[in-house]
């Protein structure tokens, strides 16, 4: 029997917490599986539900949580450190299935079968060590959409961004009852990025590790720098069972622990609100808020207590604080030293009118050197890193990509070209789309196609055959209502399983089988009284939810509990069942309709529909500054008293000026320069558009009053052409023009957001190829995939450094820094000197490089 270690009062609020769950059907068939269970399997259950968001209490079936548990108490058992790991240890970081807002799949058994005749004989650190060979020999770095595959699905794909690579090595270390968490820093202060990875229980305390990113040590990662300028770093637990000092958020399903203290010198800020007459405001909301993406982003919402009182624990640079209550506002900035912030309701308004500026700066950037290992241990990590890749990329060439991908496509008669493209996404989950292809089901190969079309990447890879034909089959009933002119408002719109970014689930049967015919026929006349049904017969859970995790649309309607956006998503997916055309509007989410050939919006508050009458056109008077929306500019409309940024990304400049469609309303255009150092000079643009106005804004990027020029001179850089002779970096840059020289380390996450940032400009790059040249360790470096298609798109420079005499430590000393971290990329004059350089983790170089280069 394994003992569990918790207190009386901690069983006690399990208990009380459990016979709280707010769905009495989800709650009277968790009691009945329970009668056969043991008092062990009852009580994990009864904690698994008791801090169950409510997308997994309507979405999964009971089965998957009993199964999990049961498979993690025999691993706890069977592991030589399991008797370590007790109490909250266990609940919180061992028995969860859910790490973050990934898809849920029953994983543990499998993943334990595979890893631990791996690690039996180890102790639980080098455990740690040889887990994280094992996610490197199943899933390396590349950037995807914001939504979260399963551990599985990162398998299937090869690859993963790095909240999905956390995902995975929290999996995996769960999966040998090892206590893992995520570790996650929503933005950082100094780049336009975020960041996760993963912290592991070693003999009593927490240390870290790079997801997917094995090092032969603990406590090292390419991250760490960044981390030391860090503004807010976090772990979500899903529970209330948390005893570690610094809970920044806690709900009913979840408790946010901020653990910046383990990575950057941090502070206490303090806010103090008072109304009119001095007291104390309960309540009131705080929002601490940096820029990041051009937009003023919430690292933290809190309210204030009785005392009008919130804090934070954060990191040494600057924020902006917005307090807002009851449709009033107002903000202050905070300077890396001050500790307190007072607020006066007095001075609260409900709009901005003037322009504003405001300057943001980052904590200052230490210096983290790794440490010298071993060359034993160097060699060793060397080639077990090698093989790990090795055994991934075996795997991945059983993709039909390439040359396989256009063989399978050949043996249809149309739509080859398509095919070939949607197979080689599919990656290994291509025996479902394949399937689908090949399926005999009397409907058309164009409309499958069609179908796939509509998804996005991410989804070929974990939707399954059968899914894709029951969502064909069910649209194409109302095919002959379109006509040819409206074929991609139904492609878009009806076809398309996917609304948002949840995961799509087979619920167009279940859906149409719900209602009745008077009912489905009322609904097609008025779409409005599909909203008015979900807002009367579905509860809202409130703080139950948890992030961006939404239930399936099936699971809502049966069980009648959950989040707005999950509400908003069961009203698209009915409307698309329906043959209605229905999407959230990817400006504000609002709910559109498509009716008498026009997008009808449906207001929320008011019965009536919203019409965007108005039009704001931004011109550009920088011509050499190419605005891109989230990137140097964005807009955000006012609601409440609190700033809500549109989601405008679809649109582009028009030559020096664009316009938007939009509601009356108040607006703040915020656009925003981001310096070498990781500081932010922004200007706040306010805009209030009455019903059928049109305004004009002329927007600008501030500069700095002084600019900061290094002028250093560099060594000689000795390096080999792929022919094998000798040659100098800076020779082989174009004479009497700035050039660029980088070192890169292929295949590691700083490296790949720089080649990804030059993928994504391979144009502006292509033009300018002559002056930027990469240097790389060896020819084996060529077989970077990444690399290669950044070379093969944009003509840039590719060298060998010459390790027999490598420049890099002398490139070093005449920068003065011992920041060693790759990719160091040294921006240079005409004269070949350098004049700014950066080293490692540094989101938005590409920009700046070619910002040098013009």
Not at 96 to 107: A, F, G, K, S, T
Request: glycine share 4%; charged share 25%; proline share 4%.
């Amino acid at each position: 029997m394994y003992q569990m270690g918790l207190t009386t009062k901690q069983i006690q609020q399990i208990e009380q917490d459990f016979m709280s769950l707010p769905v009495k059907e989800r709650l009277d068939e968790v009691l009945e599986v329970m009668k056969d269970c043991s008092p062990e399997e009852q009580l994990c259950l009864k904690f698994m539900y008791a801090y169950m968001p409510a997308s997994d209490l309507t979405t999964y079936n009971v089965s998957l949580f009993l199964n999990n548990l049961r498979d993690t108490l025999a691993i706890i058992q069977t592991v030589p450190w399991g008797s370590q790991i007790t109490g909250e240890l266990f609940l919180n970081y061992v028995l969860p299935l859910r790490i973050n807002n990934e898809n849920l799949v029953d994983h543990r058994l499998q993943f334990f079968n595979e890893i631990y005749p791996r690690v039996q004989h180890l102790s639980i650190k080098d455990a740690v060590l040889e887990v994280n060979y094992w996610c490197l020999e199943k899933a390396t770095y590349k950037s995807t959409d914001i939504r979260t595959s399963s551990p599985l699905n990162v398998i299937r794909n090869a690859f993963g961004r790095c909240g999905e690579e956390s995902v995975l090595c929290v999996a995996a270390l769960r999966s040998v009852g090892i206590p893992a968490r995520q570790c996650y820093t929503p933005r950082w202060a100094h780049c336009d990025d975020n960041h996760a990875w993963v912290e592991v229980w070693v003999d009593g305390d927490w240390h870290f590790i790079g997801a997917c990113e094995p090092e032969p040590v603990l406590d090292k990662g390419w991250f760490t720098e960044a981390a030391q300028r860090g503004m807010l770093i976090h772990a979500r637990v899903f529970s209330r069972l948390v005893s570690e000092p610094h809970i920044t958020h806690q709900t009913p399903v979840m408790s946010q622990i901020n653990i910046l203290n383990n990575y950057a010198e941090t502070k206490i800020l303090r806010v103090f609100v008072i109304d009119e007459e001095g007291l104390p405001v309960k309540d009131a909301e705080v929002r601490f808020e940096l820029i990041n993406f051009a937009q003023l982003f919430p690292l933290a919402v809190l309210k204030t207590d009785v005392n009008g009182e919130a804090h934070l624990l954060t990191g040494r640079g600057d924020l902006s604080v917005h307090v807002s209550k009851d449709g009033r506002f107002l903000y202050k900035k905070a300077d890396h030293s001050c500790t307190e912030l007072h607020f006066c309701l007095a001075d609260a308004r409900y709009a901005d009118t003037e322009q504003v500026e405001l300057d943001l700066v980052p904590p200052t950037a230490g210096t983290v050197k790794d440490p010298e290992l071993p060359e034993h241990l160097a060699k060793h990590h060397e080639i077990r890193t090698n093989q790990a890749n090795t055994r991934r990329t075996a795997f991945e060439d059983t993709f039909l990509q390439g040359n396989k991908a256009e063989d399978f496509a050949a043996k249809f008669d149309c739509c080859q070209k398509e095919i070939s493209e949607l197979i080689a996404l599919s990656n290994g989950n291509h025996p479902e789309i394949t399937a689908f292809l090949d399926a005999e089901i009397g409907i058309a190969l164009k409309y499958k196609v069609l179908l796939l079309s509509s998804l996005r990447d991410k989804d070929l890879s974990d939707i399954t055959c059968t899914i894709l034909q029951n969502h064909l089959l069910g649209a194409m009933a109302f095919w002959n209502q379109f006509t040819d002119s409206n074929e991609d408002v139904f492609v878009k719109y009806v076809l398309c399983p996917r609304v948002h970014y949840e995961m799509i689930t087979d619920y167009r049967d279940v859906l149409y089988n719900y209602f009745t015919d008077n009912q489905k026929i009322l609904f097609r006349q008025e779409p409005q009284k599909i909203f008015e049904y979900i807002e009367s017969n579905v509860r809202d859970c409130g703080e139950r939810e948890y992030g961006t995790i939404t239930s399936s649309p099936e699971g809502l309607l049966k069980y009648k509990y959950g989040s707005k956006l999950s509400r908003k998503i069961l009203f698209v997916a009915i409307c698309r069942t329906l043959g209605i055309p229905a999407r959230l509007s990817e400006i504000d989410r609002k709910l559109e309709y498509w009716k008498n050939d026009r997008w009808h919006t449906i207001s929320e508050e008011v019965d009536i529909p919203i019409h965007r009458c108005c039009k704001l056109t931004l011109y550009n008077n920088q011509p050499d500054v190419p605005f891109v929306y989230g990137k140097n500019f964005t807009i955000a409309r006012l609601e409440n008293g609190r700033y809500h940024t549109l989601g405008l990304y679809d649109y582009q400049f028009d030559g020096e000026s664009i316009s938007y469609e939009l509601e009356e309303g108040k607006y703040r255009v915020t656009t925003a320069n981001r310096l070498l150092d990781g500081t932010i000079l922004a200007s706040l643009i306010h805009v209030e558009l009455d019903k059928g106005e049109e305004q004009a804004v002329t927007i600008h990027l501030r500069e700095p009053d002084v600019v900061m020029d290094e002028k250093v001179a560099l060594p000689e850089i000795p390096v080999l052409l792929p022919d094998g002779k000798q040659s100098f970096a800076q020779k082989l840059l174009l004479t009497e023009e700035t050039g660029v020289i980088a070192f890169i380390e292929e295949g590691k996450e700083p490296t790949e957001h720089l080649l990804n940032e030059i993928h994504e400009q391979k144009e502006e790059f292509a033009r300018l190829n002559k002056r930027m040249l990469l240097l790389i360790k060896n020819k084996d470096s060529l077989k970077d995939r990444l690399l290669n298609t950044v070379l093969d798109s944009t003509g840039i420079l590719v060298a060998l450094r010459d390790m027999t005499q490598d420049a890099f430590p002398s490139v070093l000393q005449a920068l003065n820094t011992q920041n060693n971290k790759l990719p160091l990329v040294l921006a240079l004059d005409t004269k070949k000197r350098c004049v700014f350089h950066t080293s490692g983790y540094n989101v938005g170089t590409g920009d700046m490089l070619l910002k040098h280069l013009r």
